[in-house]
T-cell receptor, first 117, second 112 residues
């Protein structure tokens, strides 16, 4: 079974600085997707960025980028120029398939990110 | 286009009571999912559906039942609520095998 581990329960960063959130996973599959979700106090799960395992190029979305190390099974999220609105719980997730195309998202425990003004 | 909606947003139950959580999506998605989120943990899959009239068990199905009589709706039922079912419940839907999962806003359920 796949597992996802986020070893940093809490992180903090000064506004406008850069922060990196860590995530490791365990799988025997070769084709999969990885995601970072943001959960602000509103509880809404917001997709931040995704990475396809067969793509060697790291995904980027504006100020958000990932460092995907497939051999090491590592998937970290870098947030550049941190903003107050980035404060939230961040979840790393692995997507596998169950049957008939149904997906299963396996989530890490989450990292609470605080932005200091 | 409302996306994924959940009813109700909050609910308090007493042990042994029953209730149904409603999830609705207007994106014509085939796949729908119910997750629960406990404090300090990520979401865990309870049940899922690959289409109208079909349901299947996920990672933590005990104590829950589901039904998908219409493609756009996915119901999660608690027949006899227990304090261990105090949690935040999320519904999600997706299109095709590669599609993203879109999440509803969540329902906070407290069982006393």
């Amino acid at each position: 079974a796949q597992t996802v581990t986020q070893s940093q329960p809490e992180m903090s960063v000064q506004e406008a600085e850069t922060v990196t959130l860590s995530c490791t996973y365990d799988t025997s599959e070769s084709d999969y997707y990885l995601f970072w979700y943001k959960q602000p106090p509103s509880r809404q799960m917001i997709l931040v960025i995704r990475q396809e395992a067969y793509k060697q190029q790291n995904a980027t979305e504006n100020r958000f980028s990932v460092n995907f190390q497939k051999a090491a099974k590592s998937f970290s999220l870098k947030i550049s120029d941190s903003q107050l609105g980035d404060a939230a719980m961040y979840f790393c997730a692995y997507r596998s398939y169950i049957i008939q195309g149904a997906q299963k998202l396996v989530f890490g425990q989450g990292t609470r990110l605080t932005i200091n003004p | 286009n409302a996306g994924v909606t959940q009813t109700p947003k909050f609910r308090v139950l007493k042990t042994g009571q029953s209730m149904t959580l409603l999830c609705a999506q207007d994106m014509n998605h085939e796949y729908m999912y119910w997750y629960r989120q406990d404090p300090g943990m990520g979401l865990r899959l309870i049940h899922y559906s690959v289409g109208e009239g079909t349901t299947a068990k996920g990672e933590v199905p005990d104590g829950y039942n589901v039904s998908r009589l219409k493609k756009q709706n996915f119901l999660l039922g608690l027949e006899s609520a227990a304090p261990s079912q105090t949690s935040v419940y999320f519904c999600a839907s997706s299109y095709g095998e590669k599609g993203e999962q879109y999440f509803g806003p969540g329902t906070r359920l407290t069982v006393t």
